[in-house]
């Protein structure tokens, strides 16, 4: 059978179970497995609950968006592409630039955090040996071919499910009784453990929105199937199946999983409090897994969280990759990273990624948590803005489609609830980004440097947006001159 390519060289190796796993490594991590215990403790579960289902309808309606445009003109790097064709060039500029900013830190970010993890067993071994050995192995998937890629995404995400899925079969055989374990006299799993004290909903407004900053990063990845759209197998049936499957799949084992901790560990347990990457005990599935009476727990989930650090930096890597491969390939990057290998894979963009996660060395050379912050604050407004740009980018695409005479029912796959969808998403997204670090402007002094640390993404991504508005005089693309015929399949 002969090898299908896309139009810019890529190999269409990536079928519909690799698209779901990329989204699911891509999303399903840290923020789950760490990251969520620290929610319940700071809101309360009710509250943990309401954001994950405000921000899990924002992303709903992303991914929605995300699936009509991807399976309409599967194209990689989309969000650059999508930008620049449905908006205006320069916003695709900034867009491309700062999507592949915030995941090529990210992979520096989540490979620092595996050090940090196998000092667990390690003690004694400097991180930087850690950093470049992972570095080494993520590299080596995305250098083969893309279909090694997805190949080892599949089985990095597979491990993570099927952690998740014994969570929530082990929680709820406890809930019930089923499963006995051992447990406080007082906090016997059930509905008096979700209202213990203050619960099931802690500090107000103020720890909801905090609560939301944390589930929008936990979200984070579900985007991926669109930079896969151009290297996935006939993608007017895989996306639309992929987005439908992930969404409710990522949603399903959040809500699910927090619930189950609501109604095991009580919020002001003080072993979760400890929300340090260090500590692996801090885990919510580690404490329920060992009061069901697993007393390997620890180290099986510090193996889990290794994993799933190891998808997320494979992910990333892979994201981009392939979104400096196609700026290369449209003049918004050098050209030079446009080439690619005799198997279809774009090594040199590869090459020029794998040098900017090489930051991650900085964490065993200078203050280790000192720089692994820094990473995380600057790629963690970045994020926020790719989600944005994908409801202007739907917006504009779906007006010029209709302006150009297109009928809804042809399209491959459509977004329901438009335009109060993407809307409503934009709206969610925007709350959420500017409410990310408010604390710094309510007390008698600013903090500016807490400021600049958290919010210093928009300036440049402004930045990026006019520079290249001013250099190359660009406009915002008529809607009857929107080109929505090229990289169509």
């Not at 609950?49 to 309409?72: K, W």
């Not at 400097?126 to 090694?148: H, R, T």
């Not at 009476?293 to 620890?298: E, N, R, V």
């Not at 964490?363 to 740009?389: C, H, P, R």
Request: glycine share 12%.
């Amino acid at each position: 059978m002969q090898q299908q390519h896309s139009d810019a060289g890529l190999r269409r190796e990536l079928k519909a179970r690799h698209l779901s796993m990329i989204a699911i490594g891509g999303s399903i991590g840290t923020g789950l497995f760490l990251a969520s215990g620290a929610t319940v403790a700071t809101a309360g579960p009710g509250t943990a609950l309401l954001a994950y289902g405000v921000i899990g309808l924002m992303v709903y309606f992303l991914m929605t968006s995300l699936g009509e445009m991807a399976a309409y003109l599967p194209v990689s790097g989309s969000f650059q592409v999508y930008g620049s064709r449905f908006v205006d060039p320069a916003f695709g500029f900034a867009l491309g630039w700062n999507y592949w900013f915030s995941w090529a830190v990210t992979v520096a970010v989540e490979l620092a955090a595996a050090a940090i993890i196998m000092a667990y067993w390690f003690p004694g071994v400097p991180g930087l040996v850690w950093s470049a050995l992972f570095l080494g192995i993520v590299f080596l998937f995305n250098y083969i071919s893309v279909k090694g890629f997805g190949e080892s995404e599949y089985w990095f995400s597979l491990l993570k499910v099927i952690t998740i899925i014994a969570f929530i079969v082990t929680g709820t055989l406890m809930i019930f009784g089923i499963m006995s374990g051992s447990h406080p006299a007082q906090f016997t799993p059930g509905l008096q453990v979700f209202e213990t004290g203050d619960a099931p909903f802690v500090g107000g407004i103020p720890a909801f929105i905090s609560a939301a900053m944390v589930v929008g990063f936990s979200f984070m990845g579900t985007e991926l199937i669109g930079v896969a759209a151009g290297e996935s197998a006939d993608p007017a049936t895989t996306i639309p199946r992929a987005v439908k499957q992930v969404f409710w799949r990522i949603l399903m084992f959040y809500v699910l999983a927090i619930l189950i901790i609501g109604l095991i560990l009580p919020y002001n347990d003080p072993s979760m409090l400890k929300t340090g990457m260090e500590d692996v005990g801090a885990s919510p599935f580690t404490l329920v897994f060992k009061r069901a009476g697993f007393a390997l727990a620890a180290g099986v989930m510090n193996a889990v969280i290794l994993t799933a650090i190891l998808s997320a930096g494979n992910s990333g890597l892979y994201a981009s990759t392939r979104m400096l491969h196609n700026m290369a390939l449209h003049g918004m990057a050098p050209r030079a990273l446009a080439r690619l290998s005799p198997g279809g894979v774009p090594r040199r963009a590869l090459l020029a990624t794998t040098a900017v996660a090489s930051l991650c060395f900085l964490t065993s050379l200078v203050d280790e948590k000192g720089v692994y912050l820094w990473l995380l604050n600057a790629s963690g407004m970045t994020g926020f803005i790719a989600w944005l740009g994908i409801a202007v980018c739907h917006v504009r695409f779906r007006r010029a489609y209709l302006h150009q005479g297109g009928e809804l029912h042809t399209l491959p796959y459509r977004a329901r609830w438009f335009p109060l969808g993407p809307l409503l998403a934009f709206g969610i997204c925007l709350v959420v980004m500017l409410g990310q670090n408010y604390a710094a402007f309510t007390g008698s002094r600013v903090d500016w440097v807490g400021v600049i640390a958290t919010y210093i993404g928009i300036p440049l991504f402004l930045l990026l947006w006019l520079g290249y508005k001013l250099r190359h005089r660009s406009q915002v693309v008529a809607l009857h001159e929107v080109d929505l015929q090229t990289g169509r399949v």
